[in-house]
T-cell receptor, first 115, second 112 residues
C-alpha cells in the first residue's frame, strides 16, 4: 500500500565509500524527485526525472548520480562519500512535471550518516 | 530566483491556542503555494495548497490564503492540539518543472 518507498531507512558508512539509495512509487506518476534535508531541516531539491529523462539537475557535486530504470523507480548513487553528505534524503513523486495543483508525495526518507 | 521565507521557530503553544506561522515568497510568474507537515521520524505530507491569488487552502482546521499583493501564504489554526506538534514547511512550486522551493521549516510544539 505504500505510495512512495525508500530503502534503506538508515545508512551508516565510512568516508570514501560508495552507496546507493533506492526509491519506488506505485502511484503511476510520471515525475520523481530527490531532495536533501540537512541537519537544520532545510530541504533542497537535487534532481528530477520525468519518464526516465533527467529534467532537473541542481548544483549537486557529480559524485551524486541519479538513475531511473523506469518511471516507477529513481535511485541515487553517491561515490566517495564525504562527511558533508550526512543528511536525510527524500524521494518524491508527482503526476506531471509542471507545478500547478499537482502535489508531490514524499517517501519516509533515508538517513545517511557518514563517519 | 524563487524563494520562500518562513518565520523562525520554535513555536510553543498551549492546547487550544491560536496558531499563525508567517510565510512570504519571491517568485517570477505565478507559483502554486503549499504547506507541508513533517511529523517526527516521518516524511513530508501535504497539509494544504493554493494555486492562484485569493485561493484559500484548508485541511484539518488549518487555513492559508494566497495573497498576491503581499506575496504571503500565512498558516493559521484557531485551536491547536497536542497532535499538531510537528515541523511545518511553506513551499512554492514553479509551474515549468514542478520543483518545490521550501522555507526553513517551523517547529511547533503544543503542550496539554
Amino acid at each position: 500500500d505504500t505510495a512512495v518507498s525508500q530503502t534503506p531507512k538508515y545508512l551508516v558508512t565510512q568516508m570514501g565509500n560508495d552507496k546507493s539509495i533506492k526509491c519506488e512509487q506505485n502511484l503511476g506518476h510520471d515525475t520523481m524527485y530527490w531532495y536533501k534535508q540537512d541537519s537544520k531541516k532545510f530541504l533542497k531539491i537535487m534532481f528530477s526525472y520525468n519518464n526516465k529523462e533527467l529534467i532537473i539537475n541542481e548544483t549537486v557535486p557529480n559524485r551524486f548520480s541519479p538513475k531511473s530504470p523506469d518511471k516507477a523507480h529513481l535511485n541515487l548513487h553517491i561515490n566517495s562519500l564525504e562527511l558533508g553528505d550526512s543528511a536525510v534524503y527524500f524521494c518524491a513523486s508527482s503526476q506531471v512535471p509542471s507545478g500547478g495543483a499537482y502535489e508531490q508525495f514524499f517517501g519516509p526518507g533515508t538517513r545517511l550518516t557518514v563517519l | 530566483g524563487d524563494s520562500v521565507t518562513q518565520m523562525e521557530g520554535p513555536v510553543t503553544l498551549s492546547e487550544e491556542a491560536f496558531l499563525t506561522i508567517n510565510c512570504t515568497y519571491t517568485a517570477t510568474g505565478y507559483p502554486s503555494l503549499f504547506w507541508y507537515v513533517q511529523y517526527p521520524g516521518e516524511g513530508l505530507q501535504l497539509l494544504l495548497k493554493a494555486t492562484k491569488a485569493d485561493d484559500k487552502g484548508s485541511n484539518k482546521g488549518f487555513e492559508a490564503t494566497y495573497r498576491k499583493e503581499t506575496t504571503s501564504f500565512h498558516l493559521e489554526k484557531g485551536s491547536v492540539q497536542v497532535s499538531d506538534s510537528a515541523v511545518y514547511f511553506c513551499a512554492l512550486s514553479d509551474r515549468e518543472l514542478g520543483r518545490l522551493y521550501f522555507g526553513r521549516g517551523t517547529q511547533l510544539t503544543v503542550w496539554p
